[in-house]
């Protein structure tokens, strides 16, 4: 079975910076799309950051310039640098891949636990 573990959240100060991680673990064999999600209190999960396996990125775009998702592939690894943080990106903080597993065959989604980011001074 295919799990993801997030970890780097925590408190910090606007205009403070975080590094969040998340690991995929089973029988991978692919992981087509690295996506991080994000949900405040009181609002539905929107979409941060994806990395496709090609190289392409996309940003919501009250994060763009603030925001750099990569992925270390060969760890099924992706990150998520957060610089300038704001109040308004308090949330709980999801990755979401799109992965194929010698369990499964084809590809199936698969969220994280998530990990909480607070930003306050």
């Known amino acids: 079975q295919v799990q993801l573990v997030e970890s780097g959240g925590g408190l910090v100060q606007p205009g403070g910076s975080l590094r969040l991680s998340c690991v995929a673990s089973g029988r991978i064999t692919d992981i087509r799309v690295m996506m991080w999600y994000r949900q405040a209190p009181g609002k539905p999960r929107e979409l941060v950051a994806a990395?496709?396996?090609?190289?392409?990125?996309h940003y919501e775009d009250s994060m763009k310039g603030r925001v750099t998702v990569s992925r270390d592939n060969a760890k099924n690894t992706a990150f998520l640098q957060m610089n300038n943080l704001k109040p308004e990106d308090t949330g709980v903080y999801y990755c979401?891949?799109?992965?194929?597993?010698?369990?499964?065959?084809?590809?199936?989604?698969?969220w994280g636990q998530g990990t909480q980011v607070t930003v306050s001074s």
């Open positions: 990395s496709t396996a090609q190289g392409i990125t």
């Open positions: 979401h891949f799109d992965v194929q597993s010698e369990s499964r065959g084809g590809y199936n989604l698969y």
